[in-house]
């Protein structure tokens, strides 16, 4: 009899574990009929993983990765909270929740406002911030007894929202500390990063969290601030004021052509036009006021009067018997023409052409095969 009764005990041992098939879980209430465990239980702890005993809201017994039989002998705060002085081999009541303290990466946050910042090139500006973090159950005991309790399941969803607000507000303080321009700021985010964890893991410890990682990602920056930018680049590419000047005034008449069928954009194109008249009548201006003084009342121009500069000739460079010749002007092209060096379907080329090309192809060479007779076609 007493062989059968330890047979049937034996399959009726439990076997306590948690296989996790989500990717959020931070706790997992172990669940069984009235939490009554048998004597001699198999407790499987995986990597990643602790399992805490609760025995009538008291935390007692803490497992990390193994595997247990239990008994009197590894449950010792078990056993003094129960009051087994001299063990026991009857089913009892405890609540087993497993605690995962793997890595919770990919974690957002992000400023819940702009933070105000004083700026030496800006005066006084805003900005926001976002980015990534790293979480994982350093205490198991604190983090049951203070944020999950007595939840079946407790999951990162259910967290994020505060660490992302303690994180979120703690940036606002670090950016201006760190005592830099605005337009600087994307280029520290690891040193933002750095001292936002050295800032803010105490906080976290209190609930019994590591926070492994914090990632500054981007700096937002305001949008007069990013106009500010783009003028001063523009400034930098263009050279001068002039120039910036009537970069301007074309940004504006494109900023009004985008707005089809409407009086605004027609008036401020046309005002824009007579500002851009101006702006590129100031280098104009010098010539044309002296050419109107030596003007004479007849119409003719004076002595004072300057004619402008002769135009550059054309040249061409020739593919003359496999080789590169030139560059010739027109009269030598003539004489080329003449001599049967230079044919319709000769290789032709000059600055500012993409590639060699036939000569009749060429639109400034075509007077020169205007009284050249096409060659004559192939008998029938």
Same mark, same amino acid.
């Given at each position: ?38 004597? +001699? ?10 399992? @805490? ?42 609540? @087993? ?169 027609? +008036? ?34 004076? +002595? ?77």
């Amino acid at each position: 009899m007493v062989d059968l009764w330890k047979k049937l005990a034996g399959e009726l041992i439990d076997i306590i574990e948690w296989l996790d098939d989500s990717n959020n879980t931070l706790v997992y209430r172990f669940e069984r009929m009235n939490n009554e465990i048998k004597y +001699g239980a198999k407790l499987t702890v995986r990597e990643g993983q602790m399992a @805490v005993f609760i025995n009538e809201g008291q935390m007692a017994d803490v497992f990390k990765p193994g595997m247990y039989t239990l008994t009197t002998q590894n449950l010792p705060i078990l056993a003094t909270l129960k009051g087994w002085k001299y063990g026991f081999e009857s089913p009892f009541k405890a609540e @087993v929740y497993f605690v995962s303290t793997r890595k919770f990466t990919d974690l957002k946050w992000g400023t819940p406002g702009p933070a105000t910042m004083r700026d030496k090139e800006f005066g006084i500006v805003r900005a926001t911030a976002f980015g990534i973090y790293a979480i994982r159950v350093k205490d198991p005991g604190i983090f049951i007894k203070d944020i999950s309790g007595t939840e079946g399941r407790f999951t990162t969803d259910q967290i994020q929202e505060n660490l992302r607000g303690k994180i979120g507000l703690r940036i606002k303080e670090v950016m201006p500390e760190l005592g830099l321009s605005i337009i600087d700021l994307e280029a520290k985010v690891s040193t933002m990063g750095q001292m936002l964890r050295e800032r803010i893991s105490p906080d976290f410890e209190t609930m019994g969290l590591e926070l492994v990682e914090v990632q500054v990602q981007d700096v937002g920056l305001p949008e007069e601030v990013e106009k500010a930018i783009d003028k001063r680049g523009a400034i930098a590419a263009v050279g001068n004021l002039q120039a910036y000047t009537q970069y301007e005034t074309a940004s504006a008449i494109k900023d009004a052509a985008t707005t089809p069928n409407s009086a605004a954009g027609a +008036g401020m194109g046309l005002g824009a036009g007579f500002a851009m008249g101006g702006a590129m009548a100031g280098p104009m201006g010098g010539a044309m006021a002296a050419g109107a003084a030596g003007m004479t009342p007849g119409g003719g121009m004076g +002595g004072a009067a300057m004619p402008p500069p002769l135009p550059s000739a054309v040249a061409f460079h020739v593919a003359i018997n496999g080789q590169q010749a030139g560059p010739f002007d027109m009269t030598a092209l003539q004489a080329h023409l003449t001599s049967g060096t230079l044919k319709r379907d000769s290789l032709v080329w000059k600055a500012g052409m993409a590639a060699w090309a036939q000569a009749g192809t060429v639109p400034e060479l075509a007077a020169l095969f205007a009284n050249m007779p096409p060659p004559i076609p192939p008998a029938a």
